[in-house]
């Protein structure tokens, strides 16, 4: 593995779905419909499931995956924090149900969709990556997995040099690794 490089299982950034940190949640998902309709089905086997957010001077600041998204139609789970970095401790089924019984979550469900959608600027619910959700694209699928693994990442950012370039999905890596699997004699 340490001979197949990022570049080679990146998706290109031109190839993502993308929008400004002004534009809004309903724009957002419109351009991911519109980057998946477009996508090289011969090339990529999978959807994308995030947006990349770039700000006035045209540079990657946010990412918004599918749980960002429904997330910001609720807007009291912004007052809750990162339920990611909780989650990972995992909830019981009863704790869930509290927390809807005793938290103003999910009162008046969807019922302004449209307008939430219309309204919620994407800047407000993006998330910003770390330091470790960047790869370079000459590391070796190696270090892509390692990254994956240990961050608990569904994607990293793809650079060359100070520039994004792609992305790289863990769809990718897995598919990528199971290819490699399935030609194991055993």
Not at 42 to 68: A, E, F, P, W
Not at 139 to 144: G, I, K, N, P, S
Request: hydrophobic share 40%; with cysteine; charged share 25%.
């Amino acid at each position: 593995m340490k001979t197949i490089k990022v570049k080679d299982l990146m998706v290109p950034l031109e190839e993502y779905a993308t929008v400004p940190e002004d534009a809004t949640l309903f724009e957002a998902v419109a351009a991911l419909e519109e980057a998946q309709n477009k996508l090289d089905r011969t090339r990529y086997k999978y959807l994308h499931r995030s947006i990349l957010v770039y700000d006035k001077n045209s540079q990657i600041v946010g990412k918004i995956s599918q749980h960002d998204v429904l997330r910001a139609l609720e807007p009291a789970y912004l007052e809750l924090g990162d339920p990611g970095r909780l989650s990972r401790a995992g909830f019981s089924p009863q704790f869930l149900k509290s927390m809807l019984e005793h938290q103003p979550l999910w009162q008046s469900p969807l019922r302004d969709i449209c307008s939430k959608a219309a309204n919620i600027k994407v800047k407000k619910f993006m998330h910003t990556p770390t330091e470790g959700e960047y790869i370079g694209e000459t590391a070796t699928l190696d270090e892509a997995t390692h990254h994956l693994v240990m961050g608990h990442h569904h994607s990293l950012l793809v650079t060359r040099g100070k520039d994004i370039v792609g992305v790289l999905r863990l769809v990718d890596v897995f598919g990528e690794i199971f290819g490699i699997m399935k030609t194991c004699v055993l």
